[in-house]
Antibody
C-alpha cells in the first residue's frame, strides 16, 4: 500500500510560478511512476507529466513542455512539479498519482492541491 | 497523439439498472486501458486496468472488456454510491491521455 501526501493550497498571480510537492510512503521510491494530473473547475482529468525516479527523465505533455518542470528526490521520497508563466486558466486542482514501473496505471492518488491563479 | 473518446457524455439510470459506458481509442492500444471513478468532490480512484482486471476491493458489479480501439465499462446493477464521473485512460506509453469522462446519475 502506498500513501501519497501533497502540499497545501496555493494562490498565485498571473505570470508567476507555482511549485507543488508530493510525498509517497511505502514501497521502493525509485521504481514508482509519479504522475501529475490537473482538473480545472467542472472539467475532466488532464495528464501533465510522469517521472520514474529510476530513469530520471520525465515524460511531459506536449502542450506544457515549455513551462513545466518535474523532478523527484529519492532521499526525501518527494516529487516536485513547477508550472511557470501561470495564466488564469491554469486554475485547477493538481493531483499527484503513483503507480509502479513503466507500464503504469495511476494506482494511488494524493488529496489534490487547489491552485488559484488570479490577479 | 492517440485520442480517447467516451460515450455517452452523461446518463441517468435507475438503481438496479445495467449501465454501459464506451471508450474508443483513435489507434490500437492493445489492452492498455484503465478506468477511473471520480465521485463528486472526491479524488479519482482506479477501478480497472488492462481493460478488464478489477482492482482489489472494487465491487464485482463493475466489469471491463475490449481491446484494440473499443472498450466498455459495465455496471451490472447500479447502486447509489456509483454516482460519479468515469474516465478511461490509455497507459502503455506517453501521453497517458484520459477520455473526457461520462457522468452517471441516479434517475
Amino acid at each position: 500500500q502506498v500513501q501519497v501526501v501533497q502540499s497545501g493550497a496555493e494562490v498565485k498571480k498571473p505570470g508567476s510560478s507555482v511549485n507543488v510537492s508530493c510525498k509517497a510512503f511505502g514501497g521502493i521510491f525509485s521504481s514508482y511512476a509519479i504522475s501529475w494530473v490537473r482538473q480545472a473547475p467542472g472539467q475532466g482529468l488532464e495528464w501533465m507529466g510522469t517521472i520514474i525516479p529510476l530513469y530520471g527523465t520525465p515524460k511531459i505533455a506536449q502542450r506544457m513542455q515549455d513551462r513545466i518542470r518535474i523532478i523527484a528526490d529519492e532521499s526525501t521520497r518527494t516529487a516536485y512539479m513547477e508550472l511557470s508563466s501561470l495564466r488564469t486558466d491554469d486554475t485547477a486542482v493538481f493531483y499527484c498519482a503513483v503507480g509502479f514501473g513503466s507500464l503504469s496505471t495511476f494506482d494511488y492518488w494524493g488529496q489534490g492541491i487547489p491552485v488559484t491563479v488570479s490577479s | 497523439d492517440i485520442e480517447m473518446t467516451q460515450s455517452p457524455v452523461s446518463l441517468s439510470a435507475s438503481v438496479g439498472d445495467r449501465v454501459t459506458i464506451t471508450c474508443r481509442a483513435s489507434q490500437d492500444i492493445n489492452y492498455y486501458l484503465a478506468w477511473y471513478q471520480q465521485r463528486p468532490g472526491k479524488v479519482p480512484k482506479l477501478l480497472i486496468k488492462e481493460a478488464s482486471t478489477l482492482q482489489s476491493g472494487v465491487p464485482s458489479r463493475f466489469s471491463g472488456s475490449g481491446s484494440g480501439t473499443h472498450f466498455t465499462l459495465t455496471i451490472t446493477s447500479l447502486q447509489p454510491e456509483d454516482v460519479a464521473t468515469y474516465y478511461c485512460q490509455r497507459y502503455k506509453s506517453a501521453p497517458f491521455t484520459f477520455g473526457p469522462g461520462t457522468k452517471v446519475d441516479i434517475k
